[in-house]
Structure formats: structure tokens, C-alpha cells
């Protein structure tokens, strides 16, 4: 299954984004999902992971800042992204994962991504 990102955009350092996730002729509402961000010249990384009881799951460089969610009758995952930093700047990608613990393996493919630019 793949999953597709959406929302990203061009922003000032400080301010905001949500991201949404979607998928389509797939219900996602028993998945774990994740969302992961890859900047250039670094390696994909976890952002944040959500579980289909809605527990999470944050990478210290996003916690307080960064908010997952899931709207299961909408089979929508969303990241919400407050405060953003020039570091924040990559393309962010959503996907089915087997759990939301840090270590844990991805299900389905990667979709396109979403690319976030944060000016400072």
C-alpha cells in the first residue's frame, strides 16, 4: 500500500504547516503509520509514529513542537508542525509501519513525499 503526502509548502522559520497522509482503496485505521523526513544529504529519518489506537511516538528534535493525529473515518494521518526551524527543511514521507517503536519495520512503499521549506 502506498500512502500519499500532502501539504507541504514554503515557510518563515517559526511558523506552521500540517501535513495530511492519505490513502486510497486501502483503510488504513488498523495501521501504525509513520511519518519520516529526509533532507538533503542526510539519511531518511523518523519524525513521528502514530498507532491505530492513537498512541505515539516523537523524534527528540520534534517533540513539543511537532503534533501526529489520525481522523480514521477520513483514513487521514496528520503533522501537524508548529515552530518550524530552518533544520526542518526535507521531504517528508508517510508510511505503514509495524509498530511505532523508533526500530520497526516499514510496510508497504514509499509514496513522492511532500516537500517542507522552512526560511529563516
Known amino acids: 500500500v502506498q500512502l500519499q503526502a500532502s501539504g507541504g509548502g514554503l515557510v518563515q522559520a517559526g511558523g506552521s504547516l500540517r501535513l495530511s497522509c492519505a490513502a486510497s482503496?486501502?483503510?488504513?485505521?488498523?495501521?501504525?503509520i509513520g511519518w519520516y523526513r529526509q533532507a538533503p544529504g542526510k539519511q531518511r529519518e523518523l519524525v513521528a509514529a502514530?498507532?491505530?489506537?492513537?498512541?505515539?511516538n516523537y523524534a527528540d528534535s520534534v517533540k513539543g513542537r511537532f503534533t501526529i493525529s489520525r481522523d480514521n473515518a477520513k483514513n487521514t494521518v496528520y503533522l501537524q508542525m508548529n515552530s518550524l526551524k530552518s533544520e526542518d527543511t526535507a521531504v517528508y514521507y508517510c508510511?505503514?509501519?509495524?509498530?511505532?517503536?523508533?526500530?520497526?519495520?516499514?510496510?508497504?512503499?514509499w509514496g513522492q513525499g511532500t516537500l517542507v521549506t522552512v526560511s529563516s
Open positions: 502514530i498507532s491505530s489506537g492513537g498512541s505515539t
Open positions: 482503496g486501502s483503510n488504513i485505521g488498523i495501521n501504525a
Open positions: 508510511i505503514i509501519r509495524s509498530s511505532i517503536a523508533t526500530i520497526s519495520r516499514v510496510l508497504g512503499s
